[in-house]
């Protein structure tokens, strides 16, 4: 079932970015396409950048340079010293982009949400606090807390998912630390 509305909610998604991408290639915006002309400085007239919304046969400074500094015989002198150049962009892919990054950084959130409020609350569920807290018997040296968990995970058949996988490696990580522990604390004591 989870799994199921987190495929739909994916698939929505998808369509909606690519709803926006059809639009957006469907009607050109004016600012998707553009020519900047650059314009250095001439006798006394500070350089300057110029951009206009053109088509590509009209991207010269005749078309772009308004209102045009210079006067009479200048104006082809001056033009000859700018550089126009066509610009052209997709606003559609930048949306997708955009709308992908944000949601992968929800989805990172969301997750970081889970681990960091939801996790505890569902694990001291599934432990429970009887399990956590071990009796003066139970308790040797530096045992941590979470050893009786395996027994506890082994027994906990209702969440069959990667979840209990993660948490049995890191339970017999776990136990294999404090045997290590025992050991070298064994071995210490023999050899004092």
């Known amino acids: 079932p989870g799994k199921m509305k987190l495929l739909l909610a994916v698939e ?7 709803m926006l991408l059809s639009q957006a290639g469907a009607t050109k915006n004016s600012e998707d396409v553009r020519c900047k002309c650059i314009c250095p400085p001439y006798r006394g007239i500070e350089g300057h950048i110029y951009k206009q919304n053109v088509s590509l ?3 010269n400074c005749l078309h772009v340079v308004e209102p045009m500094p210079v006067d009479g015989k ?4 001056y033009c000859l010293r700018c550089e126009c150049k066509y610009e052209e962009r997709s606003s559609g892919t930048i949306k997708f982009t955009i709308i992908m990054y944000l949601s992968i950084l929800g989805l990172l959130l969301l997750y970081m949400v889970y681990l960091t409020l939801l ?11 009887s399990q956590l807290i071990q009796s003066d018997d139970d308790v ?3 045992q941590q807390p ?19 996988k993660v948490e049995h490696a890191q339970q017999r990580w776990r136990r294999q630390v ?11 004591v023999v050899l004092s």
């Not at 200048?74 to 002198?77: C, K, N, Y």
């Open 12 to 18: 929505a998604l998808c369509l909606a970015c690519l």
């Open 57 to 59: 046969k009209d991207c």
């Open 74 to 77: 200048d104006v082809e002198a």
């Open 119 to 129: 996790e505890p609350m569902l694990k001291r569920r599934l432990f429970g606090h």
């Open 140 to 142: 040797v040296g530096d």
């Open 146 to 164: 979470f050893a009786n968990a395996h027994n506890v995970l082994s027994r906990s058949h209702s969440r069959p998912n990667m979840l209990n």
């Open 178 to 188: 404090q045997e290590q522990r025992k050991s070298v604390f064994d071995r210490h």
